[in-house]
């Protein structure tokens, strides 16, 4: 999603809001802008594309400030061109910002009617238009866009400049993240931390509401006209963290990164093989009191999600149901007492689960209903983490692929001890059992290192994958949200049209478009549905459909004519969906790879989806 860098400083910070930019790449985006003030002029570029050809646009105009602001633009309202590119300005004002402005239209016709030019399609140049509206009569430039805020409806985060205020930048946040980096001399804001990582590691987590006044040596953070204190919070987390190292591509480093990512997440749980006294204490009282579990997640976390209803029903006898934040928040659900509401979410910040939660919460104390609401995320300062009851950490470190791995895979170890740790509470697993998942989940790591060993295989079939044009994954049970995921993988970097089907729906439709065409992933671990399995394996092949096969080394599936088997270690049936994601992740990169895409950036796509 778009990413907004902004600085006041005493030096030039052209460089540093380019690198900025450069830092929030991995959110995807189309376009990209920076404008600084020098000398009562607002100096600005734009360009189409890659931050690159901004920078290069930069160097080459040689424009510099101490004051600006940088976005990069993934389009909402508008095509991606440079006219809709932020910032927008009017007269001396110039803004950038993330999230929708939903009454733009209506507030567009008032401005025009007051004569204001529009020269951009987007939502965002109203704010533009109205903060150099109510200049006209505000005493401040803080003051105006206190006047405009209320008239604003959605979501948005703001970064304002006016070229007579040299030395401050006003900042908004509203259902959309922004994050303020404190320096020496000099203070920056971003919509992530990653952004402003080099310069400083000081930061204060804007809340709802709130409007920000930064000069170079103050911060004054108002909610509803009054000074309100926000901590500064100091972060361990390094540069080197973000870099690609050796790898080609982040999201083939970050495959390669899932068992340290697994083994740091589940180390904060377990002592030996058993749970670890102080893991999730604070909320033991709130657990012994829930009577069943709602996921809300979307893509990949709600993948994640799918998975752990089979754990919390099989291994603890705890409903659980599951459901997609974009629907969940749109459906009037019926809020259950006694109901643990877990969010899943890489960043912490997903608009649709974010407002999901806050919904829930409301209608909780509309009704009087005792819940209990928890996050399970990767971003420890992420508004979720925040706003939740508690929180289960996912210690993957920073994901910048655009298509999640090591954060899928660590969601699933964490939701694993979630539902060892409430099973204990409730009394419905044993310590045995207990123990023994535990023991297989120290084993995972090592499992996937093996798994990776067959990177080179899974390329050599993915080149049979680079002219299909559609392709079927087929799973049961736990690997059916693996087959979803597989999809998802596949569709997102390769742009293959590919499906994810539960492997007994196949004679219910999918089985039609199987022909010679057609290459079918099944995932076939060693648990009891495997005989099953062959069954719907032999239906496509009956069909003359092309089978590639990620079969436990011990299932029986040998490879033969257009049926292509590449062996994973055997792994106890409960966790194995954590280590089949691995070769679905894989082929997925390799025939991305193969067909040329930009694997890291996906068109069209963003990450930390911070927009409905
Ligand atoms: N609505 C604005 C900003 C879009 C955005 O925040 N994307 O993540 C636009 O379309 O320019």
């Known amino acids: 999603m778009c990413g907004i860098v902004g600085g006041v400083a005493e030096r030039n910070i052209s460089n540093i809001l380019i690198e900025g930019l450069k830092r929030l790449e991995y959110r995807g985006y189309d376009s990209a802008g920076l404008a600084l003030i020098n000398q009562g002029q607002v100096l600005r570029e734009r360009r189409v594309g890659k931050v690159a050809n901004l920078a290069d646009a930069v160097s080459e105009s040689q424009i510099s400030g101490s004051l600006g602001i940088a976005h ?88 304002i400049v006016h070229t007579d205020h040299p030395d ?44 920000a006044r930064l000069t170079r040596h103050t911060i004054e953070v108002f909610v509803d006209g009054q000074l309100v ?61 829930i009577q069943q579990v709602q996921i809300i997640a979307c893509g990949t976390s709600y993948h994640a999600g799918m998975i752990a209803k089979y754990w919390f029903e099989q291994l603890i006898d705890m409903p659980c149901q599951v459901e997609i934040a974009s629907e969940f928040r749109y459906r009037s659900p019926v ?148 087959a979803l995921e597989g999809a998802l993988k596949l569709k997102e970097i390769s742009y293959i049209h590919a499906e994810g089907y539960a492997a007994g729906e196949l004679k219910h439709g999918p089985l039609a478009l199987v022909d010679n065409d057609m290459p079918v992933v099944i995932l076939a671990p060693k648990d009891d549905m495997l005989d099953k399995l062959k069954s719907n394996m032999e239906e496509v092949q009956a069909r003359g459909g092309e089978l590639f096969v990620f079969a436990d080394e011990h299932s029986g599936i040998k490879g033969k004519d257009r049926q292509h088997v590449v062996n994973v270690p055997t792994v106890d049936p409960i966790l194995a969906p954590i280590v089949y994601s691995i070769p679905v992740q894989l082929l997925s990169y390799h025939v991305a790879v193969l067909r040329g895409t930009d694997v890291d950036q996906p068109r069209n796509l963003a990450k930390s989806v911070t927009v409905e």
Request: proline letters at 3%; glycine letters at 6%.
């Open 72 to 159: 990069t633009r993934w389009a909402t309202h508008g095509k991606p061109t440079e006219e809709n590119a932020h910032p927008h300005i009017s007269g001396n004002v110039a803004v950038v910002h993330n999230g929708i402005i939903e009454n733009y239209q209506e507030l567009k016709d008032d401005l025009e009617a007051l004569g204001y030019v529009f020269t951009s399609q987007t939502d965002t140049e109203v704010v533009a238009h109205l903060v150099n509206d109510a200049l006209k009569t505000a005493p401040s430039l803080l003051e105006a866009v206190r006047k405009v805020v209320p008239q604003l409806k959605g979501a948005y985060a703001l970064g």
């Open 168 to 211: 401050e930048l006003i900042t908004v946040r509203e259902g959309s993240p922004l994050v303020i980096g404190v320096g020496i001399g000099e203070n920056f804001i971003s919509s992530d931390q990653l952004a402003l990582l080099p310069i400083t590691n000081r930061f204060i987590y804007l809340e709802e509401g709130d409007i």
């Open 229 to 289: 204190e926000r901590p500064v919070k100091e972060l361990d987390a390094t540069v080197s963290n973000a870099s690609k190292g050796e790898y080609k591509h982040y999201m083939l480093k970050e495959i390669y990164e899932q068992p340290e990512a697994i083994k740091q997440t589940i180390s904060q749980a377990l002592n030996g093989n058993a749970l670890r006294e102080d893991f999730l204490a604070s909320a033991i009282e709130d657990f012994s009191n």
């Open 335 to 482: 809020i259950v007492n006694n109901t643990l509401y877990v969010c899943i979410s890489q960043s912490g910040e997903t608009a649709d689960t974010l407002a999901a939660l806050r919904d829930t919460q409301k209608r909780a104390v509309a009704k009087n209903l005792n819940i209990t609401t928890m996050t399970i995320c990767n971003v420890a300062t992420s508004s979720m983490v925040r706003e939740t009851n508690h929180s289960l950490l996912t210690l993957a470190g920073p994901e910048i692929g655009v298509a999640s791995t090591k954060a899928f895979t660590t969601q699933l170890a964490a939701l694993m001890l979630l539902v060892l740790k409430i099973g204990q509470i409730k009394q419905t697993i044993s310590e045995d059992q207990i123990a023994k998942i535990v023991t297989e989940l120290w084993h995972t790591p090592k499992v996937i290192l093996d798994t990776l060993q067959n990177d080179k295989e899974i390329l050599r079939l993915s080149e049979l994958f680079v002219e299909k044009q559609h392709c079927l994954f087929l799973g049961r049970g736990t690997h059916f949200p693996i």
